[in-house]
């Protein structure tokens, strides 16, 4: 097997009291891009700055390409890094600040001049390189920080929430760039964000991490439809989550009691015939108004939309079935949402009944 780009072997970091990194045992292939995903105060920045060499783990080891980098400096592990506040040189031109890391490398004049030129092609800033740092946009300052990072051709690109100070807009622009950047220079790249979306369009792979732990490691589709905890199920999408119960069935169709209702779940595992299940259901799983199909396939309910959220492309519909307990629902919307007093026809499939152990679902029950 090819030696990982990156390996985190037991990593555990404290600050006095404060545990913030639990453990972390888990691989970056080469030419990855992979995501660390999770809410604020999960440990993500703390994880990529003891990669980095700018902290060191209170215990563990940390290898870059199968050496071990724990006691290597920041200088000497050839990484390209990107902060949320792009820390340009304001008194240098585009040009001297990409060039900055070649001449700390003390790279011939020529050679400066080919690769900072082929810097500024990659982010599409050719003719910009003689302007300083406050003649340009937030977006074209943030091209500028990556195009520094990777002139080095750096082993690493480590970005730390690059796009948070960036508008909606420019924001989306900017993560398609960076995603072609990275595949154009196979760069591997550790990427921190707590924007769901942002993990789901650009990954390889996602780490979502809660309290100091990746929870889940996986591609996105994975992590998005078949999250392995409750916690992971909520922070990626919206998930109803429901304590239940096995009634009966066998691996590929469960039968489950869950918020007042019989669902029926195509879950592979093993289960025992009244065993405490989680289960859950993503709100934009539901299909809406299926006229095709009857009350045999399972999953399929009449229900009343009680509140509406109208988001632009899709609506957040809380429904309220015949029998048993409200629903959470994500639809897409044609001009108008459904209102609120409709009766609609929602179905499951069972595919989407995603079976957990109870863990502290119970607890939500
Ligand atoms: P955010 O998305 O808000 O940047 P994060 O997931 O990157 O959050 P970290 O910055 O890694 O989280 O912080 C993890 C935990 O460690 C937090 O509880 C934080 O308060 C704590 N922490 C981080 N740095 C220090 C420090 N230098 N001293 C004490 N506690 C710290």
Known sequence: MSEAAVELRGIHK?????VAVETIDMAVQSGEFLTFLGPSGCGKTTTLRMIAGLESPSAGDILIKGRRVNDV????RNLG????????FPHRSVYD?????????????????TRVREALRLVQLEAMEERYPAALSGGQQQRVALARAIV?????????EPLSALDANLREDMR?????????TAITTLFITHDQSEALAMSDRIAVMSNGRVEQLDTP??????PTSRFCANFLGNANVMGGRVVGGEPGAWRVDAGGREWLSASTDT???????AVIVRAEHFQLDVSSVDGEVGNALQARIETVDYLGMSARYIIRPEQGETLELIHGVHHQPLQAGTWVRVWMPADDVILLPPGDVTALA
Request: charge should be positive; include cysteine; charged fraction near 30%.
């Open 221 to 226: 589709q994975v992590v998005y439809n078949r």
């Open 176 to 184: 398609l760039e960076l995603k072609r950047i990275q595949r154009e």
């Open 152 to 160: 080095i051709n750096p082993d690493l690109l480590l970005l730390d």
């Open 14 to 18: 404290r600050y006095g009291d404060v």
């Open 271 to 277: 289960w025992r015939q009244g065993e405490s299940v």
């Open 97 to 113: 600040n990409v060039a900055f890391g070649l001449r700390y490398r003390k790279c011939s004049k020529d050679e400066i001049r």
């Open 73 to 76: 400096p920041i200088h000497k």
């Open 81 to 88: 890094i990107v902060f949320q506040n792009y820390a340009l």
